[in-house]
């Protein structure tokens, strides 16, 4: 008489296994993030929007990391495009200098409050992308933060003048 036989498990349990690694795969992202990451990177972009919208060096000085990269695409005399730089300390001069109500849409009332848009549209191992719209300006940004020593800093931005 032959032994009854053994539903075989071990292709089972592989099976599931592989399933269960392939969805911890697919969602690491969404583990490596928190809600916390999310405040303070809406924090540190509040910082650089309203502190040129106020004029205080001290938050955009505290947003930026001091290697900061900030572009805009424009067009030289020729009518060629280039790519036009500003560093962390251009802009922290700028805000102490500079009369950021020049660069608000036309129509904008200068008393309105400013409010601010951070759509982050990437976030995983310490590194976000985020597009940051307000009601005032005449521009958009799109930035990079890192996280640094805990803290997020504004590594690149991106900008364009609103059409």
Request: aromatic share 10%; net charge positive; proline share 4%.
């Amino acid at each position: 008489m032959k032994p009854a036989s053994r539903p075989v498990r071990s292709n089972s349990y592989l099976r599931y296994g592989f399933i269960l690694i392939a969805v911890l795969v697919v969602n690491t992202n969404l583990f490596s993030q928190t809600p916390s990451d999310s405040l303070m990177i809406r924090a540190t972009v509040l910082d650089y929007l309203e502190g040129l919208e106020y004029n205080d060096t001290l938050r955009v000085t505290r947003a930026l990391h001091p290697d900061l990269a900030k572009r805009v695409i424009s067009q030289d005399k020729a009518g060629k495009d280039k790519l036009d730089n500003m560093s962390a300390a251009t802009l922290i001069h700028y805000t102490k200098t500079f009369d950021y109500t020049q660069l608000y849409k036309k129509g904008v009332d200068p008393k309105a409050t400013l409010k601010v848009d951070v759509d982050i549209l990437d976030l995983s191992d310490g590194i976000a992308t985020v597009k940051a719209t307000q009601n005032k300006f005449a521009f958009f940004d799109y930035i990079h933060l890192g996280l640094l020593n805990g803290e997020w800093k504004i590594i690149n931005v991106l900008w364009a003048w609103t059409p």
